[in-house]
């Protein structure tokens, strides 16, 4: 299964909030999130929305695990999401200096909380409900932004709070 090009910022598809996807179980829908799959694992990602491939759908998987790009990353399975909606957040806002495939060369700090609950469908179409907490709760906010249309840099406080990618490398090298 060969990789799909990923949205770079700027592409109208990033900014346009998505749609629901009307049968989970749709084949067309099960080769999409498997081509996401391949698509985030080849670049490297702990999470991909649909928009980020041309696909205004509210579909995102989340895959927390360690890599080049988050070494102190969880590990978890991935999981795919289908209509996700968020049920209610809390926990303390916590930061973090987040990076995103559609964003390339730039990651910015950013506070979400640090649990949520969500419902969404399975990939049978099955109704499921879930609490993320920690990074994988930070994953599916991302990814959730992406739904709606948004990015992480809809979500910093204040252009201090970039940093390029090169001197976040440099900086956590030297922590
Ligand atoms: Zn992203």
Partial sequence: MTPMAIAQLG????????????????????????RMLVTMEQAGGVGIAAPQVFEPLRLMIIASRPNARYPDAPQMDPVVLINPEIEHTGGESVSFVEGCLSVPGIRGRVWRPNEVTLRYLDTEGQPQR??????????????????????????????????????????????
């Fill in 130 to 175: 879930r609490t993320l907490s920690g990074f994988p709760a930070r994953i599916f906010l991302h990814e959730f932004d992406h739904l709606e249309g948004r990015t992480f840099l809809d979500q910093v406080n204040s252009p201090d709070d970039l940093i390029a990618q090169s001197v976040w490398e440099r900086q956590c090298q030297g922590a």
């Fill in 11 to 34: 592409e109208p598809v990033l900014r346009q909030p998505a749609q629901p996807v009307p049968d989970p179980r749709d084949p067309a829908i099960r080769t999409l999130w498997q």
